[in-house]
């Protein structure tokens, strides 16, 4: 029997706000979180791209020292992240055999292996912090979380590149329905503004260059776009059988109502042009959920705001809404928040389960004029979205030839 499957909380630092409701206001404001570098290294490395969508809020900023000092970036992201969803869930009292972690990460602890090998170099093996390697892996966000929270259940990481986030919330929502956990915090973190990072996707030439606008950088379906901004920040969302949560008395912001991952197997950057894979994890999305395609009310797109992708993806929606998709309202909200690599599809879960509990489209800024190739509804103001049931899905594509899609279902 399938369970049904509720968000009960949300917790997000991300560039345009220290937490989820913030990012949300932010969101909704049109607000940009990409601004320019203020690093020494910009102009010592003299790098191409001078611009970036930090974090608005420094995560050592708001975990105690002695915690801070022993997790990279990513992880205190990821916990400062867990900690606002956890208390936003209502501290949820639960035997912790019975609270899983389901997180994700792109690349992992980059500032931590890069400045322990800058400390190898330059002044030797000694000086080598001896956390070096628990803070630099993949998993530590993962273990941050469950150390703090005594989550037993099992504590889980993925790393999909782009689309880590969203595939965490996939699994989250397949443990729950196996019985593997009554509760999961779910969601990715991402700390990888760096100039290793920087200097690598502009040789890419996957990174915007408008340095002297940072704020109109991201500019998604515009028939001026020139790649994508690099962000930083964490997004955790506390999904839970629906069972439990009335059990509990919580609040439900909308059901996780199914999800879907498929492999392009095309290219280990580009995506396949015909959207072939990104359209049958809508479809199995929608499936999970008992869902047609006629039953979706709006769309997160992917939309980084590279010239190849975009369109890759509005050619995936074609396959499965036809020209229905012309009508449904399109977010892509990575224009105002950046590209949080393995992080950004959580904060798009969040900011869809918001769309759907409140019934309005966030809006997407910078655009222009529109690629005639993205014959998508998209606005730069919200959309309200209107009183019926809504079933919204947000997409979630990376390096690799991954892809992830979510639904999300108003209750």
């Known amino acids: 029997m399938t369970k049904k499957i509720v968000i009960t909380g949300i917790g997000a630092t991300s560039p345009i706000g220290g937490t989820a409701r913030e990012s949300w206001e932010a969101l909704l404001a049109g ?8 690093h020494d290294w910009v102009q010592e490395l003299q790098l191409p791209v001078t611009f970036a969508a930090e974090a608005k809020v420094r995560p ?22 867990a900690k606002e969803a956890f208390a936003d869930a209502g501290s949820p009292e639960i035997d912790p055999e019975r609270l899983g972690v389901d997180f994700s990460t792109g690349i992992g602890g980059l500032w931590t ?23 630099l892996m993949p998993n530590a966000p993962s273990a941050a979380i469950s150390m ?19 595939e965490a919330l996939v699994n989250a929502y397949e443990h729950l329905q196996a019985g593997l956990a009554d509760v999961v915090l779910a969601g990715g973190s991402e700390s990888a503004i760096h100039p290793l990072t920087l200097a690598a996707f502009s040789s890419m030439q996957a990174l915007s260059r408008r340095n002297d606008d940072p704020a109109t950088a991201s500019r998604p379906y515009d028939i001026t776009r020139d790649g994508f901004v690099m962000g930083e920040g964490a997004a955790v969302l506390v999904v839970e059988t629906e069972e439990h949560a009335l059990a509990r008395g919580a609040k439900i912001y909308a059901e996780l109502a199914g999800g879907g991952v498929t492999a392009d197997s095309y290219h280990i950057t580009a995506p396949e042009p015909e959207g072939l894979g990104a359209s049958r994890a809508v479809h199995m999305a929608l499936e999970a959920a008992g869902a047609t395609p006629d039953e979706v009310t709006h769309i997160n797109a992917h939309a980084t705001s590279t010239p190849v992708g975009d369109v890759a993806e509005v050619r995936a929606l074609e396959r499965v809404f036809g020209e229905r998709i012309r009508e449904i309202p399109v977010s892509a909200t990575k224009a105002a928040h950046g590209h949080l690599l393995g992080g950004t599809g959580a904060l798009e879960a969040i900011f869809t389960a918001l769309a759907v509990q409140e019934r309005q489209a966030p809006p997407t800024i910078n655009v222009t004029e529109q690629d005639p190739d993205a014959p998508l509804r998209i606005s730069s103001a919200p959309m309200p979205l209107g009183d019926e049931p809504q079933l919204a899905v947000s997409n979630s594509f990376g390096f690799g030839g991954h892809n992830a899609v979510i639904a999300i279902r108003s209750v």
């Not at 322990?116 to 000694?126: C, I, K, S, V, Y």
Request: a positive charge.
């Open 31 to 38: 607000e940009s979180g990409a601004r320019a570098l203020e």
């Open 60 to 81: 050592d900023s708001v975990l105690d020292r002695p915690v801070a000092k022993r997790l990279d970036p990513s992880s205190q992201l990821a916990l400062v992240a």
């Open 113 to 135: 292996l890069l400045d322990a090998w800058d400390t190898l170099r330059e002044r030797g093996p000694r000086r080598v912090l001896p956390m070096t390697v628990p803070m």
């Open 148 to 166: 703090h929270f005594e989550a037993r259940a099992y504590a889980r990481t993925v790393a999909a590149a782009c689309a880590s986030s969203t």
